[in-house]
C-alpha cells in the first residue's frame, strides 16, 4: 500500500437520498492530479483487504464502490480480490478507443464488474457504447435543461444507469430524480435542506435527551428504567445496538440495569447520542444518519491509541453531533442548550478545537476531500495507514449499526 495516500470518500445516494455505496478516491499530499497505475492498483488491494473477509465476504453487504480506474488497471491482480457485483470502475470517454482496453472491459463485464463511463458527451454518444458499461456519469446543465432531458429519456431505455456527480442544488437533485437518474455522488446532502416537517425535537428525542441528562448527574438507575419504560420501541432499540457487535458483550444484556451492571453509565451516554440521531423524522435523514455514525466511529478510532477509554467515547459523541443540527433540523446553539455536555466535545462542536477538535476535523476532511487531510493527521501523529484503516473500519462499523 502506499505510504503517503489517504482515501476520501463521498457518498453514492438512491433517489431517495439513501446510501447506496461510495466513491473512494485516493488523496496524495502533495496534490497530485494524475496518479499512477501502482497509486490506484495499491487502493484497490487496500480496500480488498480492509473490506473483504475470507469467511464473512463482503463486509459493506449491499454496498457498492466506485472507483478511479486507468486501462492498464483492468488486469490488475489487486481488482480480483473485490466482489465483482460491488465494484464500479470509472472510466474516461477517451479510454475507450483502444481495442485492447475494450477487449479488457468485455471481460471484466462478463465477470460481474460494473464499468462507468465519465466526461461523455451525452447527446452524441454512439449506443454501441452501451453494452460495454452499466453506468455513466451524467452533469445537469439548468441551461439546457429540455434537451437534457430527451437524452436522459432515451438512456433510460438501455440498462445503463445515470449517476449525478456533483448535484449543484436540491433542486438540480429533485429534478435529476424526476428525470429518471439512478445514483448521485457528491457533498451536497452536507448543504442544509429546508424540510417544513421537522419543527424542533419530537417526543422520543426530548425523552431520549432527558435520560441523556441523568446520566450526566448519575441519576439512579430506576428512575432511569422509568423513563425508558414510556416508551417501548426506544428501550428495544437501546437494547438492541448495547448487544449488538459494537460492543463485543459475551452475555445478552436484557435490561438497562442488567446494562449498566455489566457497562456503568458512560457507554450509555454513546449509544444513546445515536438514539437521538435515528429517533430524527428529517426527510434527509438517511444519508445524513450513516454519515454523523461514521464520523463519530472515525474520530473514535482516530483517538483511541491516544486516549483513555472514555475520552474516546467523547469523540463518538463530538462526531454524532457534529450533524445533529442538521438532523433534527434546529440550529447547532439550541442543541447545546438543549443538553449539557463536556467542554472538550463543545469546544470541537464549536470551533473544532480543543483536545477533540482535530480529530473530528479530520474525519471531516476525509469525507471533504479537503487538502488539509495530510497536516491534520501529521499533526496528530496519525500515519495514513492508520488513518485509512480507521476510515474503512467506520463504513464497515457504521453499516452494521445501520441495518439493527
Same mark, same amino acid.
Given at each position: ?36 497505475? /501502482? &497509486? #490506484? $492498483?495499491? =487502493? ?5 483487504? *480492509? ?9 459493506? @453487504? ?57 466526461? /461523455? &458527451? #451525452? $447527446?452524441? =454518444? ?5 453494452? *460495454? ?9 439548468? @441551461? ?261
Amino acid at each position: 500500500m502506499n505510504e503517503v495516500n489517504f482515501i476520501v470518500r463521498e457518498p453514492l445516494l438512491d433517489p431517495k437520498q439513501r446510501v447506496i455505496g461510495f466513491q473512494l478516491s485516493w488523496q496524495h499530499p502533495e496534490q497530485v492530479t494524475e496518479l499512477s497505475t /501502482a &497509486d #490506484l $492498483s495499491s =487502493l484497490m488491494e487496500f480496500v480488498a483487504e *480492509q473490506l473483504v473477509d475470507d469467511d464473512t465476504g463482503f463486509l459493506l @453487504g449491499e454496498s457498492v464502490l466506485f472507483l478511479d480506474a486507468v486501462p492498464e488497471l483492468l488486469a490488475a491482480d489487486g481488482l480480483k480480490l473485490l466482489p465483482p457485483k460491488n465494484t464500479v470502475l470509472l472510466l474516461s470517454k477517451r479510454d475507450f478507443t483502444s481495442p485492447a482496453t475494450l477487449d479488457a472491459i468485455k471481460e471484466l463485464r462478463q465477470l460481474g464488474y460494473g464499468i462507468c463511463m465519465k466526461g /461523455a &458527451d #451525452l $447527446s452524441t =454518444l454512439e449506443r454501441s457504447f452501451f453494452s *460495454q458499461i452499466s453506468h455513466i456519469e451524467v452533469r445537469l446543465d439548468a @441551461g439546457n435543461f429540455a434537451s437534457q432531458a430527451k437524452v436522459y429519456a432515451a438512456l433510460k431505455q438501455s440498462s445503463v444507469k445515470m449517476v449525478s456527480r456533483n448535484a449543484a442544488s436540491w433542486q438540480d437533485f429533485d429534478a435529476c430524480a424526476a428525470l429518471g437518474l439512478d445514483s448521485f455522488v457528491g457533498k451536497l446532502h452536507l448543504m442544509p435542506r429546508p424540510n417544513p416537517a421537522q419543527k424542533g425535537l419530537n417526543s422520543a428525542q426530548t425523552t431520549i435527551l432527558q435520560l441523556m441528562e441523568m446520566i450526566r448527574k448519575n441519576a439512579d438507575i430506576q428512575q432511569l428504567e422509568t423513563v425508558v419504560k414510556r416508551d417501548a420501541a426506544l428501550a428495544y432499540k437501546l437494547l438492541r445496538y448495547i448487544n449488538s457487535a459494537g460492543f463485543g458483550l459475551r452475555t445478552e444484556v436484557q435490561s438497562l440495569k442488567h446494562a449498566v451492571t455489566i457497562l456503568g453509565y458512560s457507554p450509555l451516554y454513546r449509544w444513546l447520542s445515536l438514539l437521538l440521531a435515528t429517533a430524527s423524522t428529517s426527510g434527509n435523514s438517511p444519508v445524513l444518519l450513516e454519515t454523523a455514525i461514521v464520523r463519530g466511529r472515525f474520530a473514535e478510532l482516530l483517538g483511541q491509541p491516544f486516549m483513555s477509554k472514555t475520552e474516546a467515547e467523547n469523540l463518538f459523541i463530538a462526531g454524532m453531533f457534529s450533524l445533529l443540527d442538521r438532523l433534527l433540523g434546529i440550529p447547532m446553539s439550541e442543541v447545546l442548550s438543549s443538553i449539557q455536555l463536556p467542554e472538550a466535545v463543545t469546544e470541537a462542536l464549536v470551533s473544532r478545537s480543543g483536545p477533540y477538535g482535530p480529530y473530528l476535523a479530520l474525519a471531516e476532511a476525509c469525507e471533504l476531500n479537503s487538502m488539509l487531510v495530510g497536516s491534520l493527521a501529521e499533526s496528530l501523529r496519525i500515519s495514513p495507514i492508520d488513518v485509512n484503516k480507521a476510515h474503512l473500519s467506520a463504513l464497515v462499523w457504521a453499516k452494521n449499526i445501520a441495518n439493527l
